[in-house]
C-alpha cells in the first residue's frame, strides 16, 4: 500500500509517518498475570477473517490511485479486529495497563479530552485540514488511514495510531491456526511513555519514528515534553527560516480546532522561554513577530492565517507573547552584551498605536492569570502620551 501521508501543517511540514519497526514475537503469555491470561485466552481471533482484512487493506491507497475499483475505505470493523490484536501484542511485551483513573489523567492532561464526556468506548483524536489542530472526539462508521489519527480506546486503555493488520500478526495457516503476534515497538513505545513516562520509550520514539513524534504536537496538541518540542520548533525554524518567514512559528503555539476554538499551546512557549538567552532568542523573536502579523493591519493582505481570530482572540494572543517576552527582554538587554536580537520596543507598547483599549482589555481579563502581566501594563501607557520635551 502507498503510504503518501497527509500533512499536518498547512504549508507542508513534511511529517510523513514512518514505516512500523515490527519483532515478531511468539504467542506466549508468560509475564502476564492469570486474570489477565483468561482475559486474553477469551479473545475471539478468526484468523479467516483476519487473512480477508489484511488482503483488502493491501488496497488502501494514499495518492494516486490506478483502479479506483479496487480501492478500500476501511471500516469499523478494521478497527474492531484491530484493537484486539493491538491488546493482545502489548501484553505480550509485558505492558502492564494502567487504571482507569491514570489513564484519565494522562489524557486529560496531554490531550485535553475528558474522556468521560462521550458513552463511546473508543474516541478518535485526528487532524482536520481546515485547522491545525482538532482536540476533539469523533466517531463514524469509517476512518482514514492516510490522515493522521489517534485512537483512545477506553475499555482497553489504550492509545494508538491507525496500525495495519499485517503489521500486527503473522498467520502461517489458519487451519492449523499456527499464527504469531508481532509487537509493535511504535505503540509499546507511546504508552509506556504516555502513562508512566518511560524516558527509554521516548528514546526510541525520538530516535527510531521522528516524524510520528512531532506528529504528538503538531497534529495533536501534545505539548507536555521539553524533547519533542525542542525538535518540532528547530525543525520548522529551520524550514520558515529558508522561506524568509521565521514569524510562522507560531501557527505552532496558536491553533483552532474544529470547533473554532483557540487553543494556546503553553508548553511550547515553556520550551521557547527555557531555550533563550542573551546570545540567542531566535524562536522567542519569531513569535513575538507573529504577534504583530496577526494583529497589525499593515500585514492584512499579508498573512491570511490572522483571519482565523476575533480581535478579542488577537489580543490574548498579544497577552500571551507578552508575558513570555517581557520578561526575558528586561533580563537580558540590560546586559548590552550577546548576539540576540530584541525589538527595542515591546509588543504592546507597538500595538497601542493600532489598537488603544488593547491594555484596557487584557486588564479587564484579570491578565489571564499570566504572572507578568501586571508589572510590564503598569509601566507602559496606553494610549500613547506624548513626551515632555523638558
Not at 80 to 90: Q, V
Not at 168 to 173: N, R
Not at 174 to 203: G, R, W
Amino acid at each position: 500500500m502507498k503510504k503518501n501521508i497527509l500533512l499536518c501543517l498547512v504549508l507542508m511540514i513534511l511529517f510523513s509517518c514512518q514505516g512500523q519497526e515490527n519483532k515478531t514475537v511468539k504467542n506466549t503469555n508468560s509475564r502476564i498475570n492469570d486474570t489477565m491470561q483468561n482475559k486474553l485466552n477469551m479473545i475471539n481471533i478468526d484468523l479467516k477473517e483476519i487473512e480477508k482484512h489484511i488482503k483488502l487493506q493491501m488496497n488502501v491507497t494514499c495518492g494516486d490511485v490506478f483502479d479506483p475499483a479496487q480501492e478500500y475505505t476501511p471500516t469499523k470493523e478494521d478497527l474492531d479486529i484491530m484493537l484486539p490484536l493491538l491488546e493482545k501484542s502489548l501484553f505480550n511485551s509485558g505492558y502492564k495497563i494502567p487504571d482507569y483513573s491514570l489513564f484519565k489523567q494522562k489524557i486529560q492532561e496531554g490531550f485535553g479530552v475528558d474522556i468521560d464526556k462521550t458513552k463511546e468506548d473508543i474516541i478518535i483524536l485526528y487532524y482536520n485540514d481546515r485547522y491545525n489542530v482538532l482536540n476533539d472526539y469523533v466517531y463514524g462508521n469509517t476512518y482514514n488511514f492516510c490522515m493522521s489519527n489517534l485512537f483512545i480506546d477506553k475499555k482497553r486503555r489504550i492509545i494508538t495510531p491507525t496500525v495495519l493488520l499485517s503489521d500486527l500478526i503473522k498467520i502461517s495457516d489458519s487451519k492449523t491456526e499456527d499464527y504469531a503476534i508481532k509487537q509493535n515497538l511504535k505503540v509499546l513505545s507511546l504508552n509506556k511513555y504516555l502513562f508512566y513516562e518511560d524516558k527509554a520509550s521516548l528514546t526510541y520514539l525520538l530516535s527510531r519514528d521522528t516524524d510520528f513524534t512531532k506528529e504528538l504536537l503538531v497534529c495533536f496538541g501534545y505539548d507536555k515534553e521539553e524533547k519533542i518540542n525542542q525538535l518540532v520548533l528547530g525543525e520548522l525554524y529551520n524550514m520558515y527560516s529558508t522561506l524568509r518567514e521565521n514569524y510562522k512559528l507560531g501557527e505552532v503555539v496558536f491553533v483552532k480546532n474544529k470547533k473554532g476554538e483557540m487553543k494556546i499551546r503553553e508548553g511550547v512557549l515553556k520550551t521557547i522561554a527555557n531555550n533563550t538567552s542573551e546570545n540567542n532568542n531566535d524562536w522567542l523573536y519569531a513569535i513575538n513577530d507573529f504577534g504583530y502579523r496577526i494583529y497589525s493591519k499593515d500585514y492584512k493582505e499579508e498573512y491570511e492565517y490572522k483571519n482565523q481570530f476575533t480581535l478579542e482572540e488577537k489580543r490574548k494572543i498579544v497577552a500571551y507573547i507578552l508575558n513570555t517576552y517581557a520578561p526575558l527582554y528586561h533580563k537580558y538587554i540590560v546586559k548590552h552584551e550577546g548576539k540576540a536580537n530584541w525589538d527595542p520596543g515591546s509588543i504592546l507598547e507597538n500595538l497601542c498605536a493600532e489598537d488603544n483599549k488593547l491594555k484596557d482589555y487584557i486588564i479587564s481579563q484579570k491578565y489571564y492569570g499570566l504572572p507578568n502581566l501586571k508589572v510590564e501594563l503598569a509601566m507602559t501607557p496606553c494610549p500613547w502620551e506624548p513626551a515632555d520635551p523638558d
